[in-house]
């Protein structure tokens, strides 16, 4: 058996590359594009659920500020103590804190993991 000749593939390598780089070049451009438009779907996700997480936090902080200030009022009627009625509701708010620290793996951690994974997974499959 013969042997190809060594010199001889370069050749055909350059040959190959010079007939085939606007396909290589082609490639190359959709394949930068598509990952342009993956990212810019991406940030924009995240974009709308950041929006969303801070309207959300900003009327939790309503919700509890005025709920603090209606339960205070109202301890503070059957106390007849506004020190009374204000720090219990302080202790309450307290007491809901600590336990959201102590559990906040099961609350928070956890269900935010899971649903980066569906998500992911989701996504996977549309593509």
Known sequence: MSQPDPRSQPDNLGTFFAENKTLVKEYLETRMKIYRLQSIRLFSRSAGYFAWIIISVFLAFLFLLFGGLVLGFWFSGLFDSFVKGFGLVALLILAVFILLAVFRKAL???????????????????E
């Open 108 to 126: 928070f951690v956890d269900p935010v993991i899971q649903s980066v994974i569906q998500r992911s997974k989701e996504e996977d499959e549309e």
